[in-house]
């Protein structure tokens, strides 16, 4: 898993009086929220490396169509205790086939890892009182599950591994 820090993510925000602006960098990583996206996307370049912030009381149906054009999704934690951006991303992961990067970001503390990357993210912005080196051996900590996940999607039993 990838751990983003804000000082150093090359992805940015679009703000801006009249929407979110293409231009002038195409090699800027754009960023966009859900409703952004919905209203430029028939004019948005395809060649500009974009991204999109869903909501996690958004339906990931509403991407469906778009996500060959996205390189990332950003997944909301509001609370650590709020566990729907989990599904998200089983189903980009799994019913909508999503190969670019998810995120999870807000409220993501190092006990949520383990599950998050079961569910198919690979990026995380951790709680400003995280810690980096907690994440990643919190990452080791099972070696191996019985069900399946994103990943694994059945379980590899050591008769399988031979």
Known sequence: MK??????????????????????????????????WHAVRDTWPAE??????????????????????????????PKWVDGRAYSQARLLRGRYRFRGELRATGEVLVDMLPLLQRCGVDAAQLRHDQSLDAAQRALAFFPAHYQGDVLQPRPLFARDAA
């Open 48 to 77: 500009l490396a974009t991204g999109v912030i869903l909501p996690n009381d958004a339906d990931v149906e509403t991407l469906a169509e778009d996500l060959p054009r996205l390189q990332l999704v950003v997944l909301q934690f």
């Open 3 to 36: 751990f983003i820090s804000k000082a150093q993510d090359p992805w940015h925000t679009c703000a801006g009086e009249d929407g979110p602006q293409p231009h002038p960098a195409a090699a800027d990583h754009k960023l966009l929220t859900l409703e952004q």
